[in-house]
């Protein structure tokens, strides 16, 4: 799965690429921060003894622990400074060991709770000299990597498990033509239904709240 999203997200970034016009203008941005996400409820049937559960998680970002919080974004704006393109966000959440289910002792998505995204974005440049600000919004998919032991049964790897929307805004300041920097303001939300070993199932949807600082190439 990780091999199918990095091709996938590649594949998007070439498309954009190859259909963008001479007069268009192609923006490749990296970005860190740190995220949070509040309090949600996890609920479904426990693996191994197929009892229901319902647990509400405080869940912990832990944004530079490795693997860190991060996200990747291309985008093809367009001469009237409207902008369309892909993003991949990893999150990251933890449940805290005295707030999972009976049975449960790890249930986490450390390795991502990845949302890919398609996105249309408006800019306004050099607003205020060298500041651009700019808003955002996008629709995709959560693709998680689900780490759960629970009753002796263990559930370790990608699923896509449902949609998923962001909201951005946020601000880039210009160093040279080509290279610069931005911070901005990252809102998602996914709705997840996951499948669990040992025939356990779990539902839960997941809020991030994220400050993001980058650097932005365009070319």
């Given at each position: ?42 609920e ?39 902008g ?17 289910p ?6 986490e ?12 974005m ?28 629970a ?27 080509r ?15 996951a499948?669990l ?23």
């Open positions: 799965m990780v091999k199918s999203l990095n091709i996938a997200v590649t594949a998007g970034f070439v498309a954009l690429g190859l259909a963008a016009p001479a007069s268009a203008e192609i923006e490749l941005s990296f970005y860190g921060g740190s995220q949070s996400s509040p309090h949600s409820r996890v479904g049937t426990a693996p191994g003894t197929g009892a229901p559960y319902s647990a509400l998680i405080g869940w912990e970002g832990k944004s530079f622990s490795p693997p860190p919080y991060y996200g990747l974004r291309a985008m093809w704006w367009k001469p009237n400074n409207l369309f393109g892909v993003e991949l966000t990893h999150t990251k959440a933890y449940a805290p060991q005295s707030e999972m009976a049975g449960f002792s790890r249930l998505f450390t390795d991502g709770h990845n949302i890919l995204t398609a996105n249309v408006k800019r306004w440049p050099d607003q205020w000299k060298f500041i651009t600000p700019y808003v955002g919004a996008g629709i995709g998919l959560a693709i998680p990597h689900v780490d759960v032991f009753n002796g049964e263990k559930t370790y790897g990608y699923q896509v498990t449902g949609p998923a929307a962001k909201a951005i805004a946020g601000v880039k300041y210009d160093l040279t033509d290279w610069a920097v931005f911070t901005e303001y990252q809102f998602t939300y996914s709705k997840n239904e499948e070993e040992g025939g356990g199932t779990m539902s839960f949807p997941l809020i991030t709240n994220a400050i993001n600082v980058g650097v932005a190439l365009n070319f």
